[in-house]
């Protein structure tokens, strides 16, 4: 067996149900608030247009997807992410994934020169994948603390030259997962030029940018911060969306990666050998979806409702505050891992130490003493949780 599998850690899903075992809950219903799995209702019409092309599975898909799909896909990038103007090529510049875990992965089997003393650098916490990709292509994750002091972000100042040097892929996530933190148009721009002057990628994971706070600001895109500091062809860029939060199909496992014709190229070589063209069904499924504007509005305006339901409750007992974006509560606890288990004894919710998330890096874990409260049930669920929470707390003050 490949030795490098040695070096990856347990899943924060695993460590959460070696966490919880033994645990006898009340008699309650189960909420689960752990996991990022969207809840709410997929659009009929994505269903409708899955269902209705289903004998279309008596063939083998191109890896490189149908044309259909990446002309939906640019249209949507130039409604959404672009600045007016900007063009994206559909047949260089995008590839259907199935879901961008698999993609972030194999993203970085492609960009890591194997023999190399590589690092992939990434933020701390951050999704696992970007740890697992990195350990599996033999490279050496490299660790940027997202803390309050920080904002949330990644202090990109704060990395010493000699890491730069070193540095194959920068992982960037905005919002981010789990901070909801949204990098600026000069914090990426920033970005960008590190990766001209050291020549490295960057992986923009942008699944959770169709969920934010203020309507009139959508996060800025790395595809948008690269046209507009002149980089046309999106030098240096890869960016990965997804349907899962974007449409609340999280079972269709359907999303892009988008970027630099060149490096396009060198992983659609990549994924011919990887397996993992996209079934016609899901591509033409997936079609309409990102034709479609009006139900991820309608996305959005839910999460929005839960957070002005859920805060006020919470609020009076909790460090907690509204995120920029996502749909994740990052809120400061005593003890991350004692107050997900006495939660779930007591109240029968599920939630993640923030701690499972992150890791030891200059001598601290910045995800102790959080934990990460994913809103993803129903309005009612999630206002019900909230309030099992305050219950909680008022049984058990700090």
Same mark, same amino acid.
């Given at each position: 067996?490949?030795?490098?599998?040695?070096?990856?850690?347990? %899943?924060?899903?695993?460590?959460?149900? /070696? @966490? =919880? $075992? *033994? !645990?006898? &809950?009340?008699d +309650?219903?189960?909420?689960?608030?752990?996991?990022?799995?969207?809840?709410?209702?997929?659009?009929?019409?994505?269903?409708?247009?899955?269902?209705?092309?289903?004998?279309?599975?008596?063939?083998y898909?191109?890896?490189?997807?149908l044309?259909v799909?990446?002309?939906?896909?640019?249209r949507?990038?130039?409604?959404?992410?672009?600045?007016?103007?900007?063009?994206?090529?559909?047949?260089?510049?995008?590839?259907?994934?199935?879901?961008?875990?698999?993609a972030?992965?194999?993203?970085?089997?492609?960009?890591?020169?194997?023999?190399?003393?590589?690092?992939?650098?990434?933020?701390?916490?951050? %999704?696992?994948?970007?740890?697992?990709? /990195? @350990? =599996? $292509? *033999? !490279?050496? &994750?490299?660790? +940027?603390?997202?803390?309050?002091?920080?904002?949330?972000?990644?202090?990109?100042?704060?990395?010493?030259?000699?890491?730069?040097k070193?540095?194959?892929?920068?992982?960037?996530?905005?919002?981010?997962?789990?901070?909801?933190?949204?990098?600026?148009?000069?914090?990426?721009q920033?970005?960008?030029?590190?990766?001209?002057?050291?020549?490295?990628?960057?992986?923009?994971?942008?699944?959770?940018?169709?969920?934010?706070?203020?309507e009139?600001?959508?996060?800025?895109s790395l595809?948008?911060?690269?046209?507009?500091?002149?980089?046309?062809?999106?030098?240096?860029?890869?960016?990965?969306?997804?349907?899962?939060?974007?449409?609340?199909?999280?079972?269709l496992?359907?999303?892009?990666?988008?970027?630099?014709?060149?490096?396009?190229?060198k992983?659609?070589?990549?994924r011919?050998?990887h397996?993992?063209?996209?079934?016609?069904?899901t591509?033409?499924?997936?079609?309409?979806?990102?034709?479609?504007?009006?139900?991820?509005?309608?996305?959005?305006a839910?999460?929005?409702?839960?957070?002005?339901?859920?805060?006020?409750?919470?609020?009076?007992?909790?460090?907690?505050?509204?995120?920029?974006g996502?749909?994740?509560?990052?809120?400061?606890?005593?003890?991350?891992?004692?107050f997900?288990?006495?939660?779930?004894?007591?109240?029968?919710?599920?939630?993640?130490?923030?701690?499972?998330?992150a890791?030891?890096?200059?001598?601290?874990?910045?995800?102790?003493?959080?934990?990460?409260i994913?809103?993803?049930?129903?309005?009612?669920?999630?206002?019900?949780a909230?309030?099992?929470?305050?219950?909680?707390?008022?049984?058990?003050p700090?």
């Open positions: 067996m490949n030795p490098l599998l040695e070096r990856l850690q347990a %899943y924060p899903f695993e460590r959460l149900s /070696a @966490l =919880l $075992a *033994g !645990a006898r &809950p009340p +309650l219903p189960a909420i689960q608030m752990y996991i990022g799995e969207p809840k709410h209702a997929p659009p009929a019409f994505v269903l409708d247009a899955l269902r209705a092309n289903l004998h279309q599975l008596d063939s898909p191109l890896t490189r997807g044309a799909l990446r002309e939906a896909i640019a949507m990038l130039q409604r959404r992410c672009l600045p007016p103007g900007a063009g994206v090529d559909a047949d260089t510049m995008i590839l259907p994934v199935n879901g961008t875990r698999e972030l992965f194999a993203f970085v089997q492609a960009c890591v020169a194997p023999g190399t003393d590589a690092l992939v650098v990434m933020p701390n916490p951050c %999704y696992q994948i970007y740890e697992g990709a /990195a @350990l =599996l $292509a *033999g !490279a050496t &994750p490299y660790y +940027l603390d997202t803390t309050p002091a920080t904002r949330f972000v990644p202090d990109l100042g704060a990395v010493h030259e000699d890491v730069w070193r540095c194959q892929v920068l992982f960037l996530c905005s919002p981010g997962n789990p901070t909801g933190a949204i990098l600026s148009a000069a914090y990426l920033h970005a960008l030029e590190l990766a001209e002057r050291y020549d490295f990628v960057i992986a923009a994971d942008e699944c959770y940018a169709e969920l934010y706070l203020d009139a600001a959508p996060p800025t595809l948008r911060a690269a046209w507009e500091s002149g980089r046309t062809q999106y030098e240096r860029c890869a960016v990965f969306h997804s349907l899962s939060k974007r449409s609340s199909v999280p079972g496992r359907s999303g892009f990666v988008a970027g630099n014709p060149v490096l396009m190229k992983f659609l070589l990549y011919t050998y397996g993992c063209a996209m079934p016609v069904p591509q033409l499924a997936s079609a309409v979806a990102w034709d479609d504007d009006a139900h991820v509005a309608a996305n959005r839910l999460y929005r409702e839960k957070f002005d339901r859920v805060l006020p409750i919470l609020a009076p007992w909790l460090d907690v505050t509204r995120p920029d996502g749909f994740y509560l990052w809120s400061q606890v005593p003890d991350d891992e004692a997900t288990r006495g939660l779930y004894e007591q109240q029968h919710v599920s939630i993640l130490p923030g701690s499972y998330m890791r030891e890096h200059d001598g601290a874990n910045p995800g102790r003493g959080r934990v990460r994913s809103l993803v049930a129903t309005v009612d669920e999630c206002v019900a909230a309030q099992r929470i305050r219950f909680y707390l008022q049984a058990n700090p």
